[in-house]
Every structure is written in C-alpha cells, then in structure tokens.
C-alpha cells in the first residue's frame, strides 16, 4: 500500500516558487543595501589636530612654492601605485621622529599619504616638536575631489632588466 500524499494544484506549488523567489530576491537587495552603506559610509571621524584639507585649500598652498614643504610620509611602492604631488620629501611614516633634522621650521608643512590619516598623525607629531604644519591631505583623496596636481610616477625598470637590455642592444649592433 502506499501512501497518499495531500494533492496540491500546479497553481499552488507556483505561487509558492513565486514567493521563495521573492524573498530571496528581497533578502539580496537588503544585503546590498547594507553593503553599499557600509562602503559609502562617510571617513572616520576626524581624530588630529592638524586640519584635513580640501583639494582646493591644497591648491592654494602649492600655488606658492617658495613658501611650502610637501612631505609624503608613504613607502615608495605606494607613491608609485597613487602618485605624489610634482615636488615632495618622502621620508616613510615609521621614519619620522628619527629624521626631523632634516626638516625646515621656517617653511609651512602640507603632509601627504594615500586618505590623510597617517598625514594627520605626523602633522600632530610635528606641531608637537614646533614646526609650521598647515594641514594634511590625502593623494586619493585630492584626486576624488577634482585636484590635478597629483604626478604618476613611472616605477623604474629593474637594474638587471635594464643592463640585459643594453647589453642585448650592443651585441646586436656589433659587426662580426
């Protein structure tokens, strides 16, 4: 004997489908939105003392060169990968404290790295040991907001690929 099975209409086993798919469907887009809130979420708060800057407050300091030290406070691979400001020092963040000889007091100081955070921390440090810090901006961050004055560095061709070449070069122009 077998057992019987409550019918159920095509129309109902549909409406069913119907409904899982549109659950389903309105956890996905609820997924989403949480997603996309979370990455469009705005910075985190603003911790320093040094004031963030604007793309056309950064304008205005590089406008007047002869008064302002652009100081990158990134690793060479990130100033390659975002760009830098056409003239800068770069002395790495972790390097900071070790290199402030090196640093003029009588010029105003704009710090740099990729979204500000890291420039803000160096401009409190260096605030703290006297010196003329006017704020701190990030390259990415300039660029999102229409700044133009950020360079694209062309990472250098390795030193063994560059002397295999030539010396590709010079054996092919040598007469036998």
Same mark, same amino acid.
């Given at each position: 004997?077998?057992?019987?099975?409550?019918?159920?209409?095509?129309?109902?086993?549909?409406?069913?489908?119907?409904?899982?798919?549109?659950?389903?469907? +309105?956890? &996905?887009?609820?997924?989403?939105?949480?997603a996309? !809130?979370?990455t %469009?979420?705005?910075?985190?708060?603003? #911790?320093?003392?040094?004031?963030?800057?604007?793309?056309?407050?950064?304008?205005?300091?590089?406008?007047?060169?002869?008064?302002?030290?652009v100081?990158?406070?990134?690793?060479?691979?990130?100033?390659?990968?975002?760009?830098?400001?056409?003239?800068?020092?770069?002395?790495?963040?972790?390097?900071?404290?070790?290199?402030?000889?090196y640093?003029?007091?009588?010029? +105003?100081i &704009?710090?740099?790295?990729?979204?500000?955070?890291? !420039?803000?921390? %160096?401009?409190?440090?260096?605030?703290e #040991?006297g010196?003329?810090?006017?704020?701190?901006?990030?390259?990415?961050?300039y660029?999102?907001?229409?700044?133009?004055?950020v360079?694209?560095?062309?990472?250098?061709?390795?030193?063994?690929?560059?002397?295999?070449?030539?010396?590709?070069a010079?054996?092919?122009?040598?007469?036998?």
């Open positions: 004997m077998e057992a019987a099975l409550p019918s159920r209409s095509a129309t109902s086993l549909d409406l069913d489908m119907k409904t899982l798919h549109t659950l389903a469907l +309105a956890a &996905l887009l609820g997924l989403s939105a949480i996309q !809130a979370q %469009a979420a705005p910075a985190a708060e603003w #911790k320093y003392k040094t004031q963030r800057l604007k793309a056309a407050e950064v304008d205005a300091l590089l406008a007047q060169p002869e008064k302002l030290l100081l990158d406070l990134r690793r060479p691979d990130e100033l390659i990968k975002y760009g830098s400001f056409p003239v800068f020092l770069n002395i790495q963040n972790k390097d900071l404290e070790k290199q402030l000889a640093l003029p007091k009588d010029r +105003a &704009l710090t740099v790295s990729n979204h500000a955070v890291r !420039a803000g921390r %160096a401009g409190d440090i260096l605030a #040991k010196f003329k810090v006017v704020g701190a901006t990030g390259s990415e961050d660029e999102n907001e229409g700044g133009k004055a360079a694209h560095i062309q990472a250098p061709v390795p030193r063994a690929q560059a002397d295999g070449s030539a010396n590709v010079a054996a092919a122009t040598r007469q036998p």
